[in-house]
Each structure stands twice: as structure tokens, then as C-alpha cells.
């Protein structure tokens, strides 16, 4: 009752979907999950089907469905407030794939954020061979066996955004030695021209080498509320009466 309660008050929601190592209350997304509460945002989150406390065998359709049912959840509770979705790292595969589905359905977010994404898990697996993305990737080595075709998983952000129809911002960090930097700025290259975004703006943040934001660090930025405030602009809680 709680969480229904508070779903339901005025404020914009943020379901964030996260990377693979770990669990959702691994460090760095706790320190987010802070920033964004900060601004007034409620955030949910959770552990896909194999991850954490979550029971269930990992794959790439059982992960998207995950998020499309708690998404519906969300909506389900929280009447007319926004729903934003962030997603980060193997987390982006997720959110695109998601996004992809309720956009078909007609039941857009009100926006996706991607934090440090690739084009899909080809090109990231070409650029890393033995990356972090998936040396995690719970109880599974069929990355390794044969990272494209065995295990069928795709992630492909790039196929996905051109079937997207909502405001889309990109994070990255120029030094993420997880996901390439290229990758972020060639995802954004192929969503800015799509048709599927020519009503909806679409805005690529590159943050520095110097400031050593790295894969997941992108919390830390002092830039981040400002950031969001503009991207999302009358959906942003101070904004709300």
C-alpha cells in the first residue's frame, strides 16, 4: 500500500534498468538512485529473472518481458505522472528493447535515458572480446562459447531506436573502458535521423576523459540535474503542481 500510495503523489517516476554485474542495489546505482530521489524523482528498480534474489534463468526475452511487467505495473499506479526509463550499460539492451515494444503497443514512456550504450552486443563483443558487460552474466558462459549465435541474444539498440517514438538522451563517458565511447556516438548517429524520433528531441552528452566518469560513475557529475532538468524539461519535478 505504501508503494501504490507513493507512486500515485505527484512525482515523476524513473524505472531504471541495470547492467550486469551485480545485483540492483550494487554501489554505483544506490549513489544514483540518491541523486535522482534528490531531485524528486521516485526510482524503481529491480533484478531481472536470474539476478539478485530474482528466481529464473537469464535471457534476453525473459529480461525484456521483466521490465515490460513492471512497467505496466508502474502505470498501472501512477495515474497521470510521468514514467521516464533509464537504462545502463547491458541495462540499455533492455531499455530498447522495451521501449521498442511499448512504442508498438502505442504506450510510449515519457522519455528513455541511456547510460552508456552500445549498437548491439556484436560490435560491443567485437571491441571487448572478454569485456566486463557479460563476464558476469549470472551462471553463464555461453558469451564465451559463442557470444552472437548460440545464445541468440542481440540487444540491438541500433535496430531498435528506428522503431522508437519518444525523447531520447545518451550518457557517455569519453574514457568508459567497458562500452566503447564510439559506440554511444554511433547509436546516437543512427537515432538522430530516424524517422521514428522526427517529432521528439534527441540529445547525445558526452562527459569528458578528465573528469574520469568511466562505465558507471556518471553520477558524480555536477552537471547531471541540469542535464535532466533540460532534457526533461516540463516533466521535471519543480515544475509539477
Not at 559506440?183 to 548517429?189: A, C, D, E, I, V
Request: charged share 25%; glycine share 8%; hydrophobic share 35%.
Amino acid at each position: 500500500m505504501w508503494y501504490e500510495d507513493a507512486l500515485a503523489s505527484s512525482h515523476p517516476i524513473i524505472l531504471y534498468l541495470h547492467g550486469n554485474a551485480g545485483t540492483r542495489g550494487g554501489d554505483h546505482r544506490v549513489e544514483l538512485y540518491k541523486v535522482l530521489s534528490s531531485l524528486g524523482y521516485h526510482v524503481f528498480t529491480f533484478d531481472y529473472r536470474g539476478w539478485g534474489d530474482s528466481m529464473g534463468t537469464p535471457s534476453e526475452r525473459g529480461m525484456t518481458y521483466d521490465a515490460l511487467h513492471v512497467f505496466d505495473w508502474i502505470k498501472a499506479r501512477s495515474g497521470d505522472n510521468p514514467v521516464y526509463i533509464w537504462g545502463h550499460s547491458l541495462g540499455t539492451g533492455v531499455a530498447t528493447n522495451l521501449v521498442r515494444r511499448l512504442c508498438e503497443r502505442e504506450t510510449p514512456p515519457d522519455a528513455l535515458i541511456l547510460e552508456s550504450p552500445f549498437t548491439n552486443i556484436r560490435e560491443e563483443a567485437k571491441s571487448h572480446p572478454f569485456s566486463v558487460i557479460y563476464r558476469y552474466f549470472p551462471g553463464f558462459d555461453w558469451f564465451f562459447l559463442d557470444p552472437i549465435t548460440s545464445s541468440g541474444i542481440k540487444f540491438a539498440n541500433d535496430e531498435n531506436v528506428k522503431h522508437i517514438s519518444c525523447p531520447l538522451l545518451i550518457l557517455h563517458a569519453e574514457d568508459d573502458p567497458v562500452v566503447p565511447f564510439q559506440l554511444g556516438r554511433k547509436l546516437y548517429s543512427i537515432a538522430a535521423p530516424a524517422r521514428s524520433f522526427r517529432d521528439f528531441k534527441v540529445q547525445f552528452v558526452p562527459f569528458h576523459s578528465d573528469l574520469g566518469y568511466r562505465h558507471k560513475y556518471i553520477y558524480k557529475s555536477p552537471e547531471l540535474p541540469r542535464i535532466l532538468r533540460e532534457f526533461l524539461g516540463k516533466s521535471e519535478p519543480e515544475h509539477q503542481h
